[in-house]
């Protein structure tokens, strides 16, 4: 089984939401990300998003798009995030979920850059920018591998295409919760939890939340209704402003602990 699907199950069988956090790969640099995943795994995240550094993250907000661009000041390449996953493979078994744009994927080719994902021991993938119409290729090489491809719903997506996009993903549906791109936001839409529940009505797949999550109070309230929670422009911030790598790691891990209590406590 999928790990990702093994999480959910559990988290299921707890009767909660699960907790997906993203953080930058390579941000500041590999070695951080390499103590960073385990210590978040600790703290109660279900599911890690690793995202891949790029120079046009047309999806991001400011603090990811900084923290792409700090990595690949640092000269991190996805051999090296892939080759990081591995080593990731040794100490954890946290489902990861590769988060980059389509540039990243045609760079390597389609199909070899699923194949790197497998060995490198990658359970799921996002790219942000790639409509799954313009990716036959990649969504065939992601079945024969067991990668899940991970969709993208909007507030704006018509309900024919919501159903269609579930028919081709796996893993989890990410609901944007937002027109707009990534970011901590002081308040959630008031509608959200009804655009959750319409996703919910076409699809039997997680229905995760992601785009403005930023406090424990907030991931709280999407826990109540959604099948999973995505928290990482506020995550990432708080590595970027500790003074240490030490530090750094330690503020993270407090911040995943705080989000997985109000998590796990939503619906008690």
Request: one cysteine or more.
């Amino acid at each position: 089984m999928n790990r990702i699907d093994a999480a959910f199950d559990r988290a299921r069988a707890e009767g909660r939401a699960a907790l997906i956090v993203f953080v930058t790969a390579g941000d500041p640099d590999l070695e951080t990300t390499a103590e960073l995943v385990p210590e978040l795994a600790a703290g109660g995240a279900d599911v890690i998003e690793l995202g891949l550094p790029h120079s046009d993250a047309i999806g991001d907000g400011p603090t990811i798009q900084a923290a792409s661009l700090r990595a690949l000041r640092g000269g991190v390449t996805p051999a090296q995030i892939f080759e990081l996953s591995r080593r990731l493979r040794e100490v954890s078994e946290v489902p990861l979920v590769l988060m980059g744009y389509a540039n990243n994927i045609l760079a390597r080719g389609e199909e070899p850059f699923i194949e790197s994902c497998a060995a490198a021991g990658i359970d799921g993938l996002i790219a942000v920018d790639l409509p799954y119409e313009e990716a036959p290729v990649l969504a065939a090489a992601c079945a024969a591998k067991g990668v899940h491809p991970i969709l993208l719903v909007t507030p704006t997506s018509p309900p024919e295409r919501v159903l269609r996009v579930a028919q081709r993903a796996a893993g989890f549906l990410y609901c944007v919760s937002v027109t707009g791109v990534t970011g901590a936001r002081k308040q959630l839409p008031t509608d959200l939890r009804a655009l959750v529940g319409r996703i919910q009505r076409v699809s039997a797949l997680p229905v995760c939340v992601g785009f403005g999550v930023s406090t424990p109070e907030q991931a709280g309230q999407v826990a109540r209704f959604a099948d999973g929670v995505i928290v990482g422009s506020e995550l990432v911030q708080r590595v970027h402003a500790a003074g240490s790598r030490a530090e750094g790691i330690a503020a993270a891990g407090s911040f995943v602990r705080e989000l997985s209590r109000a998590v796990r406590s939503a619906r008690d």
